[in-house]
Structures are given as structure tokens and as C-alpha cells.
């Protein structure tokens, strides 16, 4: 591909330099600031988003464990709160304010900062270059600045946490009215605009990646890399890629809307309200419009968190059974319908709005259909792993872990994607349950797994085994813990986003299991911290890496070496001769990509 | 104190782990990586197992535990909420069945086909029949499903029955205000500039309308059992929502765009503290939508009684018109051509 050596003139360079080390290393010697800081190098970058995506993971998941404290122990007061948040928890017990803001920004700190940047951002970049056989993104800058422009969003947001009214507390889909009118909460004075600004730097910084994953992963793969012999992970993270473009602009477009009826006394979604006697001169607007706005991309930012993680978990399922990943083109088909699904249905998160009948029904009919390539790629894994030789690397089991929450709580979306099931249960803890299991669990569950089986590629080591079998089971056996029971709330009826029950003849029946359920919540949240540590640590002083290809995989990655420097192959780049799953073929356990086919092959 | 000692235990346990997950690396190498991993993965594969028997048994124990303690161990209390358990059980079974095969089969498959050295994986890329199976089965379940659905949601959501009961509700944080259209059967027009809860006006009524002057308000809504209500709900400020959990059904109240909801009490409140054995029953109403600080303690309550005594609770109720102009002139207004004075001071 003429391409590579066009935009890659510099990794020529670098090829050059590898053989002559001693010669003129200075010349090409990174300072600390291109080399960590502004680097433009995918790997970095990647690294990068991990990183931070990891920091906003701990600060969301403390909010949750926090939140938790008054759920579970709602009679208790802690004075090491009151030492530690001043009014926010006065007496040592959590203030509503403070609880809803803790329940906002943990939602929208771990959909976007973490499981959207963190983990999409983290993986695109690492493995799109590396897998399809190419020395870089297509544009190093803006990727660069894709990340930079996250970093700016997280500055917002972090200092958002700081400001006296508090951060924004209307819940992280921040329906107006409430988000658009300081009067009606604290949250709503300026920690929203400073949400909103943040959400517009996410976006900017959302497509400045997106279009450059697509670009590359359509312009630069290998000789031979043909689109239908990529590895899943690529096509997951393309299908992801273009996802965020379509969708986000859209989040764009409400959120500015929403900064204008905030800040300039427009009425985009406010219309004849009185709120605390005051009576406000809009009229017009629909608190609707929000809501279709808000979910056009709310519902795509589902799948956007997810497919990136089934596409590892396909790679890392197919790699330790040591066996093709069953049926590829109906994983890649249904991939593409998930894909366009999850645009057309987003108003199912709107059947109690008043949203008109008879176009509900039209979405319950299409969200159901999204069960249909959902069920195709469960039993694929099933039967992939089915007469393997599974070898259960910590990859492996957080990848097994993964189909079996995607199970659990895909099954719960077709409760609630069915409109009747949905007048019932619709803003109970049985939606609580079914995307924390779904979204949440799962896609950290294919987070961590990719994070486990490239942490060799990352950084050249191993991470500690003993301490990965701790964190995953106690992971998979506490996510379960904690999030099956909240059925049974969901199942009374139990609202969400309520801090305290105590008062309800119909919800005071819980508060053994909501005891339960916090306890939980805080043993594994104290083992994720383990695994920060076993990362932090093994970054340094892990077991070393020693053969090239550590798990026997057939995908370029692989052939690169151990440790590769900016520009991926020190050589020319591979060509790439078959698709990425030959294992157990003709006899063979692996075949990578860059073998030739042989004369006496046998087809798959 | 104890916040120290935990923390210190905590540390403690942190670097016990530690050592021990870096004494067993150390360990791995000298045994030989070989002969550690294959030991590994036996433990593995065996928690895989335990994982699936426990989980199963735990699953069976939570619902012994708490099924009792959701809706579904009552019945419904309205005509629509019937439909909507049938579909819940449905649904359970069919997500059941599903859940148990792929459950089983995963931790099955991962236990059986755990890494043996004589084992060779079986290459198998693709079978169209399979694959087929596989779309089509799912499919005509789920269509199953969604056209039960649709057909329930059809009911439910259609047009409320002529004769059907008139109730406003209104949400504001934190509470619910209700109205009754009074004998002529129709709500008086409101207008939100008009809102003045201090005046006796909390609903934006406009007194003008001839219609309101019979309007009952009230904070406490009253249904008759067996006979269809139609709520038209509202909110003042944000988006608040009518949650009621025992009729099952839920609806959105929004600022400027009514929306409305309808359905058949099918028991009094006396007959669901029988039915449920709780002698404090009552029907609450949740508000189920996010609505600021005091979003969890937005409740209000419903009485479903007989006619008689609905009635009688009806006849005790003074009309709001009535009180605001007793309040407002201290000669009671004869008739209702005489308004515009008072109303003025209204305003």
C-alpha cells in the first residue's frame, strides 16, 4: 500500500535508526513532553485515554459507594463525611442535594468519561493501527487533540465538582425542565452550564476520534487486510466509530439548545411554568423535544460503550479456545444490524412521556428486533467455545464473564423494551438492574478482559495472575450480588433515584437487601483499587514479556516487537495473507494472518 | 476511631494479597509456567463450575426470600394491571427458559472443554443451519411477544370509556395537587400566569370560566372501585411523574403538555389491606421521574371506596371557587356575573 510509506516517511526513519543505535540516537531521542504528553504516537494515546479513563473510573465508582452508604444505612450518620464534605454531609449523613449529585455525576462519569473514552478510546487506538497493519492513525495530531479536548472535558467537569451550588444533580440524562432552571435545584445553577460546556468538549473530542478511526480503519489496513479478514475488535470498533459521529452531533445540538434556555431566555423546552410561585414568561417549548434530542444519542451511546466490548471479547473467546470464532460474517451481519438498530429506537425510553401510541409501537417492534442479532452473537460465542481447548487466561475468564452478564441483562431488555411491561416498570430498580448488568458490568467486564489479554502489547509485561483471578471473581461474583436482587425492588416498584424509602408504605419492605447490596458494593470496589494497583505496579515491575506472541494469536499485533516504538514494525510492514482465525486448523493450534496459504490447505 | 482501625485492616489485607500474588508468580516460574498454569486452569474451570451450582441455588433462594415482598405475590388492583401481570409472567417464562440453556451451556462448555494437552479444538467456522436456527427461533418468539404486547398496549393506551370518572392532577415539587371537574363533568380553564397559591389559586384556574366555579380541589385523590378513572395530569415545574405501583401504571406529568392516563380500580383500599394482610395499606403515588432534592419524598395517596362512601366524601368537599370568594369578600357572592371584581384583586 503506497499510502504507508507516504504518511509514514518518518517510521522509515525510525526503521533506520532500530539498526543503528549507537550512531545518532540523539537526532530522533523524544523529550518527556512529545514523547508523554503531547504524543502523537497511537500507542500513547491510547495509554493516555486508559489512564485517565481509570482515574474517572475510581472517583465515579466512590460516588456510587458513597450513594450506597445512605441507601444501605439510611439510620446511620458518618462523621468522617461531614471531615470530608463540610455541608454536603452535615451531621455525617448524605443531604439530598449531595446524594442526587453523587447519583448524577456517577452516571455521567462512568457512561462517558469512563466506559466511552476510557474504553473505546483506549482500544481504537491502541488496536486499530496494530491490528489492521499500519504505522499510525491516519492522523496523528488530531487524534492527539482528540484526546487533549477529552482532557478539557474532564477538566470541566472535575472542577464542576468543586463550585459552591454543586454539580449538576438532575440525573446524567438532565431532563429539562429541572436542568434548565436554577430555581428548581441546586444543581441546576452553574455546575450545569459547566456539565454542558464539558459534554461539548467530550463531543468535539468524540469526533475528532471517530473520524479517525474510520479513516484509518478504511484507508490504511495492510496489503491483504481486506475488510472481511479484519479482526472482530476492528469491526466492532468501526461500527462504534460511526455510531459517535452520527449520533453525538445530535447531544451537540440539544445540550446548546439547552445552554440557550439557560443563559439567553429562549424556549426550546420550556413552556407555562411556575416553579416556587414564580411564574416564567416561556411558552412554546417542549420539555419533549429534550428527550428525543437526548436519546437519539442515548440510546446509539449504549451500543457505542458495548460493541467495542464484544468485539474484544469475540477476539479473546476465539483466542484461548483455540478455535475460529464461530461464524464470522453473521458476527460482523449482526454487528451491521445492531449497528442500525440502535438508531430507531430511542424512544423506548419514552413510552410514559405521552409520547403518541401508536408510534410507541413502532419502537417496541424495532427494540425487540435488536434481540434478534443479540441472540445470534450469544449462541456464536457458546458454540465457539464449545469443543475448544480453553485455556482460562485472566482475558479469558473476564471474557466468559461477559456473555454470561450480557445474558442476564439482555433477557431483562426484553421486559422492558416492551412497552406494556415498560408502563410497570419503567424508572424502577428493574432498569437499575438491566443496564448496570448490560451496559455497565458487562462492557467494564470486556474492558478489563482486553486490558488483561494487551497489557503485554501495552507495556511489555505481564500483569500479576493471582491478583487478576481475585478481582475477577470477586467482580463476577459481586456484580451478581449486587445487581440481581435489585429485580426484586424493581418488581415492587421501587422508583430510582430515591435516597431514602423509609417513608413509603409500598418500598420500606428492602432494607435488609439494600444493607446487602451496599456491602457488597464496597468489597468490590476495594478490589478494583487492587486491580489499579496490579496495573500501576506490573507497569513497572510485572514479569516480563519474552516471547513475541505470548498467547499463540494469529493477529498483527503479534509480530510487531515486543516493546514497538513509534511506528509499530521496525521493518516493512507485513502483508497479510488469510483471515484472523485459523486456529486448530489442518492440525495447526494457530496460524497467524501473515502466513501464505498453502497448496494443501483446506478451505474454512 | 474504628474509621482508622477499618482502614488499617483494610491496608493490611491489601498487602497480604500482594505478597501472596507475588509469591505465587515467583512460585509459578520455579514449578515450571507450564505445570502452574495447567494447575490454574483446573482451579478455573472448577470455580466455573461452583459458580454456576451456587448461582443457581442462590437465584433460587433470593426469590424464596423476596418474592413475596414485590407486586407480583398480590393481585393487580386494577382491570389494566391484569394484562400487565400476564405479560410480566409470560415473558418470565420464555427469559427463563432462555437464561437457564445459554447459562448452563456457557459455564458447561467452559468447565467440559477446559485446556487438556491431548485435546485438539475443533475447527468450525460457520454452519448456515445453525445460524439459521438461530435467527429464526429468537424471531418468532419475540414476535410472539410483541404482538401480546401491542395488543395490551393498544388497550390500555386507547381511548378512555365514555362514562369513565374525570380526576386532574397536578405535580409540583414536592406534592400533587388534584381537582375534580364538579357536577357538570368539565375541568374550568386554566392559565398558568394566573397560578397564585397564596390567593387560594395554586392551579392557575381562571375563575372566569363559568365551568370552574363547581370544581372541587383537593390533596388526596378518591376513586370508586369498579368504575373507570381518566386522570389528565399536569406539572407546574419540572417533570414529575404519576407512579402507581398496585394499578400498575405510570404516566409523566410535563410542564405545558397535558398528558393523561386511564384505568379500572378493581379494590377498595379496605379490601387490598385484607388482600395484602397489611391493616396500614394504602395506594401510593410515587413520583417516578427525576425532580430535584425532594424527588423521594414526592407521595400522595389514593382511597378507592364504594360510591356511597365517595359520595359522602364528595358532599363534605366545598368547592374552591366558593372558598376563594368567601376568603376574598366577606358577603358571599351570589352569582357568577360577579366575578370580575374579586378577580382582579386575584391578580
Not at chain 1, 476465539?318 to 440502535?342: D, Q, T
Request: aromatic share 16%; hydrophobic share 50%.
Amino acid at each position: 500500500m503506497s499510502s504507508e510509506t507516504i504518511t509514514h516517511g518518518h517510521a522509515v526513519q525510525a526503521t533506520a535508526h532500530a539498526h543503528d543505535e549507537h550512531g545518532h540516537d540523539h537526532h530522533h531521542e523524544e523529550s518527556f513532553l512529545t514523547k508523554y504528553i503531547f504524543s502523537t504516537d497511537h500507542k500513547m494515546i491510547g495509554k493516555q485515554f486508559l489512564i485517565t479513563g481509570m482515574i474517572w473510573a475510581i472517583i465515579g465508582g466512590l460516588f456510587s459507594v458513597l450513594f450506597r452508604l445512605q441507601l444501605g444505612y439510611p439510620e446511620m450518620s458518618f462523621p468522617f463525611l461531614e471531615d470530608l464534605f463540610g455541608k454536603w454531609a452535615a451531621g455525617g449523613r448524605i443531604t439530598n442535594e449531595f446524594y442526587y449529585a453523587l447519583v448524577t455525576m456517577h452516571g455521567t462519569i462512568l457512561v462517558f468519561f469512563v466506559l466511552t473514552a476510557g474504553l473505546s478510546g483506549t482500544f481504537a487506538n491502541i488496536l486499530i493501527p496494530l491490528q489492521i497493519g499500519a504505522r499510525d492513525m491516519a492522523s496523528g495530531f488530531l487524534n492527539m487533540l482528540s484526546y487533549w479536548f477529552f482532557f478539557l472535558a474532564s477538566v470541566v467537569m472535575f472542577a464542576s465538582l468543586f463550585i459552591q451550588t454543586g454539580p449538576a444533580s438532575g440525573g446524567w440524562t438532565i431532563y429539562p425542565p429541572l436542568s434548565a432552571l436554577g430555581q428548581a435545584s441546586e444543581g441546576s445553577k452553574l455546575g450545569m452550564d459547566f456539565w454542558l460546556i464539558s459534554m461539548a468538549l467530550f463531543i468535539v473530542s468524540s469526533l475528532l476520534g471517530g473520524l479517525n478511526y474510520i479513516s484509518t480503519i478504511l484507508n490504511l489496513r495492510t496489503k491483504g487486510m481486506s475488510m472481511t479478514r479484519m479482526p472482530l475488535t476492528i469491526w466492532a470498533i468501526f461500527f462504534t466509530a460511526v455510531l459517535g459521529v452520527l449520533s453525538f452531533p445530535v447531544l451537540l445540538s440539544g445540550a446548546v439548545l439547552l445552554l440557550f434556555d439557560r443563559n439567553l431566555g429562549t424556549s426550546f423546552y420550556l413552556s407555562e411554568i411556575v416553579v416556587k410561585g414564580e411564574i416564567l414568561p416561556n411558552e412554546g417549548g417542549s420539555a419533549i423535544l429534550f428527550q428525543h434530542l437526548f436519546w437519539f444519542l442515548g440510546h446509539p451511546e449504549v451500543y457505542i460503550i458495548l460493541l467495542p466490548a464484544m468485539g474484544m471479547v469475540s477476539e479473546i473467546l476465539s483466542v484461548n479456545s483455540r478455535k475460529p470464532i464461530f461464524g464470522y460474517l453473521a458476527m460482523v451481519g449482526s454487528l451491521f444490524a445492531i449497528c442500525i438498530l440502535a438508531f430507531l429506537v430511542w424512544a423506548h425510553h419514552m413510552f410514559v412521556t405521552g409520547l403518541n401510541p401508536f408510534l410507541g409501537a413502532f419502537f417496541v417492534l424495532l427494540t425487540l428486533l435488536i434481540a434478534v442479532p443479540s441472540a445470534i452473537k450469544v449462541f456464536n460465542w457458546l458454540t465457539t467455545i464449545w469443543r475448544g481447548n480453553i485455556r482460562f487466561t485472566p482475558g479469558m475468564l473476564f471474557a466468559i464473564g461477559f456473555v454470561s452478564l450480557f445474558i442476564s441483562g439482555g433477557l431483562t431488555g426484553i421486559f422492558l423494551g416492551n412497552s406494556t411491561l415498560d408502563i410497570h416498570l419503567h424508572d424502577t430498580y428493574f432498569v437499575v438492574a438491566h443496564f448496570h448488568i448490560v451496559m455497565g458490568v458487562a462492557s467494564f467486564f470486556g474492558m478489563f478482559a482486553g486490558v488483561y489479554h494487551w497489557f503485554p502489547k501495552m507495556y511489555g509485561r505481564y500483569l500479576n495472575t493471582t491478583m487478576a483471578y481475585i478481582h475477577f471473581w470477586v467482580t463476577f461474583v459481586g456484580a451478581y450480588l449486587i445487581f440481581w436482587p435489585m429485580h426484586y425492588q424493581g418488581l415492587a416498584g421501587m422508583p430510582r433515584r430515591y435516597s431514602d424509602f423509609s417513608n413509603w408504605q409500598s418500598f420500606n419492605q428492602f432494607a435488609d437487601m439494600n444493607r446487602f447490596i451496599s456491602t457488597v458494593a464496597m468489597v468490590v470496589f476495594a478490589v478494583q483499587l487492587l486491580f489499579v494497583f496490579n496495573f500501576f505496579y506490573s507497569i513497572f515491575k510485572g514479569r516480563k514479556v519474552k516471547s513475541q506472541n505470548p498467547w499463540g494469536a494469529n493477529t498483527l499485533e503479534w509480530t510487531t516487537p515486543i516493546n514497538p516504538g513509534h511506528g509499530n514494525w521496525p521493518g516493512d510492514i507485513p502483508e497479510v495473507h488469510r483471515w484472523a482465525y485459523d486456529y486448530g486448523k489442518d492440525g495447526r493450534e494457530f496460524i497467524p494472518q501473515t502466513e501464505p496459504v498453502g497448496a494443501n490447505e483446506s478451505a474454512h | 476511631m474504628s474509621g482508622y482501625f477499618i482502614l488499617a485492616i483494610l491496608t493490611l489485607a491489601f498487602v497480604v494479597t500482594f505478597q501472596i500474588a507475588k509469591a505465587s508468580e515467583y512460585v509459578s516460574v520455579l514449578k515450571g509456567e507450564e505445570k502452574a498454569f495447567r494447575q490454574n486452569n483446573r482451579i478455573n474451570a472448577f470455580l466455573f463450575i461452583a459458580f454456576l451450582v451456587l448461582g443457581l441455588a442462590a437465584a433460587w433462594w433470593c426469590n424464596e426470600e423476596y418474592y413475596k415482598k414485590t407486586l407480583m405475590a398480590q393481585p393487580s388492583a386494577s382491570d389494566q394491571g391484569e394484562k400487565v401481570d400476564f405479560m410480566l409472567m409470560l415473558t418470565f417464562a420464555v427469559t427463563g427458559l432462555v437464561f437457564l440453556i445459554t447459562q448452563i451451556l456457557l459455564f458447561w462448555f467452559a468447565f467440559k472443554y477446559q485446556y487438556r494437552e491431548k485435546r485438539q479444538a475443533f475447527y468450525f467456522p460457520h454452519n448456515n443451519k445453525l445460524e439459521l436456527i438461530w435467527t429464526v427461533v429468537p424471531a418468532i418468539f419475540l414476535t410472539v411477544l410483541v404482538g401480546l404486547g401491542m395488543f395490551y398496549w393498544f388497550k390500555m393506551t386507547g381511548d378512555a370509556p365514555k362514562d369513565a370518572q374525570l380526576v386532574e392532577i397536578t405535580g409540583k415539587q414536592f406534592n400533587w395537587m388534584v381537582r375534580y371537574p364538579g357536577k357538570d363533568n368539565v375541568f374550568g380553564r386554566k392559565n398558568y400566569r394566573l397560578t397564585d397559591a397564596s390567593n387560594g389559586n395554586a392551579l392557575g384556574v381562571d375563575w372566569e370560566d363559568a365551568a370552574s366555579h363547581d370544581d372541587v380541589e383537593a390533596t388526596e385523590v378518591h376513586l370508586v372501585v369498579g368504575k373507570p378513572v381518566k386522570l389528565v395530569i399536569g406539572a407546574q415545574d419540572v417533570i414529575h411523574d404519576v407512579g402507581l405501583v398496585h394499578f400498575r401504571m405510570k404516566m409523566d406529568a410535563v410542564p405545558g403538555i397535558p398528558t393523561t392516563m386511564w384505568f379500572t380500580p378493581k379494590y377498595t383500599t379496605a379490601q387490598m389491606k385484607e388482600i395484602t394482610g397489611n391493616k396500614d395499606f394504602v395506594y401510593e403515588i410515587s413520583c417516578d421521574q427525576m425532580c430535584g432534592s425532594g424527588h423521594y419524598s414526592m407521595r400522595g395517596v389514593i382511597v378507592v371506596e364504594t360510591q356511597e362512601e365517595f359520595d359522602a366524601w364528595m358532599t363534605s368537599k366545598k368547592p374552591q371557587y366558593v372558598t376563594v370568594k368567601e376568603a376574598a369578600a366577606p358577603a358571599p357572592v351570589a352569582d357568577s356575573t360577579a366575578t370580575s371584581k374579586p378577580l382582579a384583586q386575584l391578580n
